[in-house]
């Protein structure tokens, strides 16, 4: 059962067919799917979730595609992190635990619903631009597929990344720069090979896959939203996904129309904080950040292509945009680690930090239910984390 209608140009508005590839509109922008949610309001329900598989594809009635490839991605544990709210003095934090998905991340949801996508659709060969992990799932579902893929990373992208895809018999190719440069080989060399991009956002449905987290969110506390979502931020589907999915629990009646909304929070690197920078100028879009470095390899991406989105919902939900250093990400590993038993991506453990300072500053409160998004596990950074054994005795 799926109510897909068409897709929609995010910048033009412009209509595109359901049914065939597509990548950008015409004038660049990225497309969303959209749904007939009246439809999906009267045929499918938040009992159906409740009795269909115990993955993202629970939620199929708003998902694109009928013939799943499936690993097992998604329905991640909310956990409640008593232990770190208790140095915060709060009872209301949790963290999303998105390190338990296939291929230790949350791109397992993008890339289980593009590559569906992609099989449906006829297609025979892939190809991504990656700051690791995307990689790592893409390279797993297509091998699920059956699907030929060509991967592009930064020659330093930790290794669990490059063995992940070697092993799942994709086409590697390390290149000597950043994900903007990936992306450019991707797009040179795509037509003439015969590849079907799937970078973030230039096809419409690895946002699809992502915005199952904002459903399970709400699934998850009893189809009520907290009052702030901590979100790693590096391309942002993650963060535009979970807003396109309260707007359609709100069309759906799954949410009360209108709000209340929980306030979105970009977190991004101190090395690479093109989001931050843009939200703090009061600009409507990002510019290309120079020099981008940082341990945490997913949130290297100097110039989101869905910036304007990003900075749009932040904006709208009354959150805000964040920059954490690698030092304060380091202590984060561990400060989660040793709380929770929770072993964090950098990219996760940054929005540890993020909250405290938040807190720190009066931005939220100590009642406020927070959602912290750890992204991936922190077994897929072991070569990033400088971490020496303890000698034998
Ligand atoms: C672990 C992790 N967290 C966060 C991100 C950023 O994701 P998004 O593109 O949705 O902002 C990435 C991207 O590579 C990642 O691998
Ligand atoms: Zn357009």
Redesign the pocket.
């Known amino acids: 059962m799926t109510f897909v209608t068409h897709l929609e140009c995010t910048r033009c508005a412009r209509h595109y067919e359901a049914g065939q590839p597509h990548n950008l509109c015409q004038c660049g922008g990225p497309l969303y799917v959209r749904y007939d949610l009246a439809a999906a309001r009267r045929e499918f329900s938040r009992d159906a979730v409740a009795a269909g598989p115990k993955t993202m594809w629970r939620y199929s009635g708003v998902l694109p595609s009928q013939t799943p490839v499936s690993l097992g991605e998604g329905l991640t544990p909310m956990i409640h992190a008593t232990r770190l709210g208790a140095k915060y003095a709060t009872d209301s934090l949790y963290v999303k635990d998105?390190?338990l998905n296939p291929t230790g991340?949350?791109?397992a949801r993008?890339l289980s619903c593009a590559i569906s996508m992609v099989r449906e659709l006829g297609v025979k060969k892939v190809a991504i631009p990656?700051?690791?992990?995307?990689a790592s799932a893409l390279a797993a579902y297509a091998a699920a597929a059956g699907i030929e893929s060509h991967i592009f990373m930064p020659k330093d992208v930790p290794l669990a990344n490059y063995a992940e895809c070697v092993s799942f018999g994709a086409h590697v190719t390390l290149v000597d720069g950043l994900?903007s440069d990936c992306g450019r080989i991707v797009a040179e060399r795509g037509p003439k090979e015969g590849w079907f991009d799937v970078s973030?956002l230039k096809e419409p449905y690895r946002i699809e896959g992502?915005k199952t987290m904002g459903y399970e969110v709400a699934e998850q506390f009893g189809w009520t939203l907290p009052e702030a979502i901590f979100?790693?931020?590096?391309?942002?589907?993650?963060?535009?996904?979970m807003w396109k999915a309260f707007d359609e629990m709100e069309t759906m009646g799954w949410l009360p129309k209108g709000g209340p909304r929980p306030k979105m929070i970009?977190v991004q690197s101190a090395g690479c904080a093109p989001i931050v920078r843009a939200f703090e100028n009061g600009e409507a879009q990002s510019e290309f950040w120079q020099g981008a470095a940082t341990m945490?390899?997913?949130?290297?991406?100097p110039k989101?292509l869905g910036d304007f989105l990003?900075l749009d919902y932040v904006r709208a939900s009354g959150g805000t945009c964040i920059s954490i250093t690698d030092e304060e990400i380091r202590a984060a590993i561990d400060e989660l680690g040793a709380a929770e038993g929770i072993f964090a991506?950098?990219?996760?453990a940054a929005c540890v930090t993020a909250y405290r300072k938040l807190r720190d500053s009066g931005f939220l409160k100590a009642a406020d239910k927070v959602v912290l998004?750890?992204?991936?596990?922190g077994l897929?950074y072991l070569d990033m984390l400088d971490i020496k054994m303890a000698k034998a005795r």
Request: no cysteine; charged share 15%.
């Open positions: 998105e390190g991340s949350f791109k993008g990656s700051a690791g992990n995307a994900i973030t992502k979100y790693p931020t590096g391309g942002g589907v993650g963060l535009i996904g970009a945490a390899s997913g949130l290297r991406v989101p990003i991506a950098p990219e996760g998004f750890n992204t991936g596990s897929k």
